[in-house]
């Protein structure tokens, strides 16, 4: 592996290798070859710093979350209590906004998956440079408008006197109320999580040649039998990576129950803003968020549970 | 947002009347001066203040003046009173320099903080002698905030939806034909005690025996009101989406001025009235805590207050003032005794010590 | 794709996609050119007064270039490390491996406004508050498995028998890491940094919480201004975003092809 330099290689060879071979022997010195095994976590090491600022976070949210806030003084209890948990575990307000946040995330999954399964799809499969050009731009557009904005601009389309109504008339349906439910909040978060879930999906289909489904057609498979036997196992990483962004970020949401709910469709994450901003109650806030949390967590534990840590690429090929 | 062209020649004007206000503040200076000398200045001081016209109000009324008398810049931290809460109290507890000189607040909001003792106590400001009794926080010692203007949770509404003239109850909005065409900010805030005297009950069972207020909120619920914000009442109200709101009389006025068919009144049971007020976060260093108070010390002269409040369109805290145009008599501006007969005013103490359990109660309803 | 059934089905479910990415563009479009003081569609009469307005507005522009900066150090945070970890991710059989997806995904399992509470009494106690790279910092945290999921994406289609051929031809690890592992996960490093940049430049909840009026960045600036009306010139600035996305897409697909985002070279 060394033996390119040597001391005639010294003229004869770029000064590139040189700075190569030097990095080699010090990776050599410091990571030398009997800690390979552990070449992964090196490599994985300044993530898990990175993420441990937010767990440091945490740990302050976990610690806040043990006092109750003394409403005379504002300031929160000296003594440690579990009194924040008992408040969420006896309120069906609570238990009825997690219920809603966690039926929401799971329609989000399936309606974002039905409509970018067959976006990466033709992304990836078509022939045609311009409409391929044309996919990716519509796609990565709407991430330069905030949520707020799109949400706003959904307000403009939806509402009683707007474009959608409008057209409703023309074809002789009477105006409606679009806006304010819980099938809009679902609405805004699909065309939000859109795009996240079909740049993770892609890579995955791009993964699948294009021979396997041809095959699979001389067969004599139809076409649904070649997606649902051929196509979908095979895009199997990309599907449940997907599946693991769209649910976790539509459970932990804001500003779609905020602003596309009219205030009636809270999702834990807005329960979590009023305690924290409105009655000044971190201690509960806390509670609720790691509440959240666990849900969170227990939720990707689950989905990995249930199709094995080897998806999403996991320890190598399988 | 004003135009362009209007507030320039407004700020001309501005600049000959700074000078006479100018003036009269500095003479009063020396009865206030905390030091042998002026401490040194700093190059800016942070106001937290609310966007929009609220800002653009202040920077005319206040901060522009003050920046012409002192050579202080003034620059405006435009988080919601809500959201910088939490960064205050964090940096107070850390012990670091707070992210602003001057917090412009709810008294709600403000006396939790003064409760928490993360407030400078304002006392000595030497313009506090001629204001009003509105200027001083109910139920806290001393000034932990200075009250600068009141207004009132108004009944907005859209004309074209009332034919046969203003609502003159809070019960009117029950008729079925506004199922639905109905905004209320989404913690019940302004509602809840219109709503009690509304539900039969009395404004002595605020805070032990609110149930008529619930029961009114419950009937309410069935009318399936939108719940939100002041950015979302205006585009609801652009949109044809509402017909009526309890809202704060300014952004109605906002409203109305960019166009909006919008009005508003007080029914028979009433609405609530509060202020809003200026405090100064613990931690400064001296000097900055000194040009901080002079700022808060101008706010409340009669100069600043007249310009501040003409585009607020709210009564302030010194006698005298001039109602802004077709304002004088308006209900959402309350300046004699009379008419405060139809406004409802609590405690801020009474207040912030329900104000969570009321809000829970309101969402626990409405998320039902 | 042969079937024309399946042909049609697939077609009916993107056009509704591309429907709903780019009407609330189209409409925010429309509603910054309005000649009236509120968002409206169809605008109210044309008029750049709103552009001018923010071409005035020197704070806005101030916010923008913090924007940038916060972005970029995003940037410069995220992508080496989360193409590394995507790399360990995928390449390497790590102990524990369901726990470890359980503990990168915490940016994305807490919500923001904890995350934003949380780093904020951190950074406060580290003395770091009211610097801007910290707020860099914070948005290459909670964007993370973004960059790490799109590079081991990329990293599993890759063959490993080219790295052991590499490295049979005498390339020793670094040498194999440059020329054959980083060139196969290019299109999930560019997608990944792109995607990083992009969120840190719209992000808001938690920026809101870890700068001042003196680090105030664009989407905190321009939420922030709303009080009583959200008026055009916020439809003017996300206008302006919108063209600029529009130059940096061409320019990338004029240097090095739109396509790298799909295919490996």
Sequence with gaps: ?318 | MTNLKGSVSRRTILRAGAMTGGAAMLGTLPATRLFAQEPEKPSEIIVRAWGGEWVEALKKGVSDPFTEMTGIAVRHDLTEDNEIQPKVWAAVAQNRIPPIHINWDTTTNATKSALRGVTEDLSDLSNLAETTDLAKPVGLEGYPIVNTYGYVYVLAYRPEAFPDGPPTSWKDLLDPKFKGRIALYNDGIGFHFPAQVAGGGSLEGIPDDMGPCWDFVEQMKAQEPLLGEDPDFTAWFQNDEIDAACTISTNALAAKRNGVPIEWTVPVEGCKFDTDGLWIPKGLPENELYWAKQYINFAITAQAQQTWLDGLGLPGVVPGLTPPEGLAGDPSYPTEPEDFEHLIRISSAVQVENESEWFSKFKEIMQG | MTAPLQRAIFWILVGFAVLILSLPMVIVVGASVTSGNIIAFPPEGFSLKWYEKIAQARDLQQAFWRSIQVSLVCVAVSVPVGTLAGIALSRYRLRGAMALQVYLLLPFTVPLIASGIGMMLVFGEWRILGALWPVGVACAVINLPFIIWSVSASAASLDRDLELAAQNCGAGPIATFFHVTLPAVMPGVITGGLLMFVLAMTEFLVSLLLTDARTVTLPVQVYNNIRSIITPDLAAVSTIFVVIALAAVWLLDRLVGLEIFLKSK
Excluded: C
């Excluded at chain 1, 003394?70 to 009825?96: G, H, Q």
């Design chain 1, 1 to 318: 592996m060394t033996d390119v330099t040597g001391p005639e290689g010294k003229r004869r060879y770029p000064l590139r290798w040189h700075v190569m071979d030097a990095l080699e022997g010090a990776a050599g010195v410091l990571w030398p070859r009997r800690m390979a095994p552990f070449t992964g976590w090196l490599l994985l090491a300044p993530a898990l710093l990175l993420v441990a600022v937010l767990v440091l976070g945490m740990v302050q949210i976990a610690e806040s979350s043990l006092h109750t806030l003394d409403r005379s003084t504002f300031l929160p209890s000296e003594d440690y209590t579990l009194e924040n948990y008992r408040t969420v575990a006896d309120s069906a307000t609570y238990l009825k906004v997690i219920w809603r946040s966690l039926y929401g995330s799971f329609l989000t999954v399936v309606f974002t998956l039905i409509l970018a399964f067959p976006y990466s799809y033709i992304l990836v499969r078509t022939n045609s440079a311009f409409t391929r050009k044309a996919l990716l731009v519509a796609l990565f557009l709407p991430f330069f408008i905030g949520q707020v904005v799109r949400a706003y601009g959904w307000l403009i389309i939806l509402g009683n006197a707007g474009l959608v109504n409008d057209a409703l008339e023309l074809i002789g349906v009477e105006r409606q109320r679009l806006l304010f439910s819980f099938p809009t909040v679902v609405f805004g978060l699909v065309q939000y999580m859109l795009p996240f879930a079909v740049l993770l999906l892609a890579p995955a289909l791009t993964a699948i040649p294009r021979e396997v489904e041809t095959a699979a057609g001389s067969l004599g498979a139809n076409w649904a039998r070649v997606l649902w036997h051929v196509v979908l196992p095979m895009a199997r990483p990309g599907l449940i990576g997907a599946t693991l962004v769209v649910s976790t970020l539509s459970l932990t949401d804001f500003a779609m129950p905020a602003m596309l709910g009219g205030g009636s469709q809270d999702f834990i994450a807005n329960a979590i803003y009023d305690q924290f901003f409105r009655t000044a109650d971190q201690g509960l806030g806390s509670a609720l968020a790691l509440l959240l949390v666990a849900i969170g967590s227990l939720l990707v534990g689950a989905i990995f549970a249930a199709f094995g840590a080897g998806t999403l690429a996991m320890g190598g090929r399988e």
